[in-house]
């Protein structure tokens, strides 16, 4: 996987040597592949894995990964004692969790907080700092607190530069308590975006999610990243179709001319959203192709009538290079009126995935 080693050493020099580099590999690695970008990842030198839950933390154990894990969503207190046997650190972010914690101590696995300072999602309130650093003295030995972190809410966007570093002032000042009562802890804050905007307050460790697979968030554009990865079917069938005849579920598209068509075997189940139909494009023989009528749930029609010689088992790039041609998935997402995040992470996982 030449494209993601690349990203890789392009972050590892962005952030220098002193600070640490989680790969965030959460939600399937964005749609590429948990098991088998953790395993490249790991083998590149990164510091930590960050992912989504136990199941997916558990997964990466059982294939043999050693790096430091870290579980970035909540954790069911049923799971508590499968992080401890597979020593993955957890994230800890209300006093019910401190609470679950307890009933088990000392058979816990290690933990960060995760503190709230002004997304409002997971976290500590700020204004919780005392009772909460009262509560971690009391009832746990420092060895299992092993880091503090927050999420910024809009860092690649210059609109919001005040609130993100009022976030940032906010989780300096909570840092500092906890500092004053002798706590030592690995500190992060920055996801990608944050990374690249905020490069005087990376903290002790960032983590990389999207831009490790090629993309970066909002305006932050400034780095030479490759996409990772590029999705193909093939052609299953080729058809002439009369002008006038019309294609898809409820008749959706007229044909404007006698036409050529290709059916491939992909559709909605597969991640190729439905709000692409009639309107994206593949590449198939080094040309592009538009989508003719509805996506399906494993179906997808391309007008072929331009492209010369097409038969069964051709193949077609839905996302990535093929001649001269790219199709992004940063285009699709746009047609489908969302981001490249839920696009690739709704590929399904089922596909197969090769890793060249």
């Not at 939600?27 to 839950?53: F, M, T």
């Not at 894990?69 to 800890?92: Q, W």
């Not at 969790?97 to 409002?120: E, N, R, S």
């Amino acid at each position: 996987m030449p494209a993601l080693a690349h990203n890789y050493q392009i972050f590892r020099k962005l952030i220098g040597p002193k600070v640490k580099l989680m790969a965030v590999v959460k939600s399937n690695a964005y749609g590429h592949g948990l098991i088998g970008c953790s395993q490249y990842l790991e083998k590149l030198g990164v510091d930590w894995l960050g992912v989504d839950s136990v199941v997916e933390g558990t997964h990466l154990r059982q294939k043999g990964v050693k790096k430091p894990i870290l579980v970035l969503g909540y954790t069911l207190p049923e799971r508590i004692k499968e992080a401890y046997k597979f020593n993955l650190t957890i994230t800890i972010s209300t006093f019910d969790q401190l609470t679950a914690l307890k009933k088990l101590y000392p058979k816990i696995p290690k933990f960060h907080l995760k503190i709230d300072t002004g997304m409002h999602r997971q976290g500590f309130l700020p204004g919780q700092t005392k009772e909460l650093i009262d509560t971690l003295k009391r009832d746990f030995s420092p060895q299992f607190i092993g880091g503090i972190y927050t999420h910024l809410a809009a860092p690649e966007n210059p609109k919001f530069k005040r609130a993100t570093l009022k976030q940032l002032e906010i989780f300096d000042l909570v840092c500092e308590a906890f500092k004053q009562n002798n706590f030592s802890l690995l500190r992060h804050v920055g996801a990608t975006g944050g990374t690249v905007a905020f490069p005087k307050h990376r903290f002790d460790l960032v983590r990389v999610g999207i831009g490790l697979y090629g993309f970066l968030p909002g305006s932050a554009q400034n780095l030479d990243l490759k996409e990772v990865l590029s999705w193909k079917t093939v052609v299953g069938e080729v058809k002439a179709v009369k002008k006038g005849e019309h294609v898809g579920y409820g008749f959706t598209e007229k044909l404007e001319r006698d036409s050529k068509l290709a059916i491939c075997p992909i559709g909605y189940w597969h991640g190729y959203s439905r709000l692409l139909s009639g309107r994206s494009y593949a590449i198939i023989r080094g040309q592009l192709v538009r989508i003719v009528g509805r996506v399906s749930m494993d179906m997808v029609v391309f007008d072929v009538t331009k492209v010369s010689e097409v038969a069964p088992g051709e193949e077609v790039t839905l996302i990535g290079e093929q001649g001269v041609k790219k199709v992004s998935a940063v285009e699709l997402a746009h047609i489908s009126k969302t981001i490249p995040y839920e696009f690739l992470t709704r590929l399904n996982p089922l596909m197969k995935r090769l890793y060249a």
